[in-house]
């Protein structure tokens, strides 16, 4: 049996003009993820670009460094592109896809401020994705920490739509070894990503369409995704989880320094500390998203704000129900 939800959600095409869309992530422009998020947007109908990190990235958050190299001086990941190469290009074989010796953040700037202008007919993208990365991104300190929502930040912070996805398989593996089927009788988890990835993306397109159109989010607003370890190499045992609704707090952890009395060295280790799980802002009903996870074959989807302010006391002012935007693929769930 084979993964058909691009199948279950075609309807959506129906409603509204592709957009012009940019990928990132903080693994490279060259694995297998990105290129099949790539892929399954561009099946939607959309006008969509790469512009990535040409070697891994992890953990950068949202650090702008650009290179002070005009060449590469090493391979690019997998060696698609060779030393030597300028440390700014298309794809040999594809030129919407591109690739910046930069951190996450960094592509999303040079996207922005180089690609769009010099090399697209357009004047700004309607969204910006960033991922599946591999690995999951749960909860307020690795908010800050990840590539993936560092990309995704950085362009809430420009006025863009923004959408962070993550998963729990976390080889990472280049564009070219995606299997076109499994020993299972089934897609690849990382088509099978994509794809999900693209149907939450293509939901909320869908809704406001049928609002009348306009901005995917709310100024100043983004969203981060969570999707658990697809079992596609095996079984089909998760290779479509129901996507909850859920928030950054609750059951999420902070790194701790552990100190190894025989090597003299540190590592870290995890902390459920209340400092990182206490609800300020949102609906505090709403599942954590560390905890959605630990549920069998649950993925996460949190809206966030880039407004980090304290409430200054009072009844809260009502904001914009996005989370209306994201149903009905996304469900309301206790857990």
Known sequence: MKFSA????????????GLDILISNDDGFGTANIRELYKAMKAFGHNVYIVASVVNQSGTGGTVVYTKEKN???DSEFGIVKAGAPSIGPD?????IWYYNGTPSACVQVALD???PRYTNLTTFDLVLSGPNYGLKLGPFLYTLAGTLGATYTAVERGIPAIGISGAYRVQTPYYWVNETTAAGLDDPATIMGQLSANQAQQLITNVA?????RLLPLGYGINVNIPLITSFKSDNCTNPPFIQSRFTGGAVVDLALFNETTGLFSYGDDINPGVNQCIHGD???PGETDVLKKNCQSAVSVFTVDYDAPIGGPCTSGPDVRSLL?????????
């Open 114 to 116: 180089y690609v769009l």
């Open 72 to 74: 590469l001086t090493a």
């Open 210 to 214: 049928k609002a009348g159109g306009g």
């Open 6 to 17: 691009g199948i279950a959600v075609a309807s959506m095409l129906a409603l509204g003009n």
């Open 92 to 96: 040999p074989m594809d030129s919407h």
């Open 284 to 286: 505090c009903s709403l």
């Open 327 to 335: 149903m009905p693929l996304v469900q309301r769930n206790t857990i």
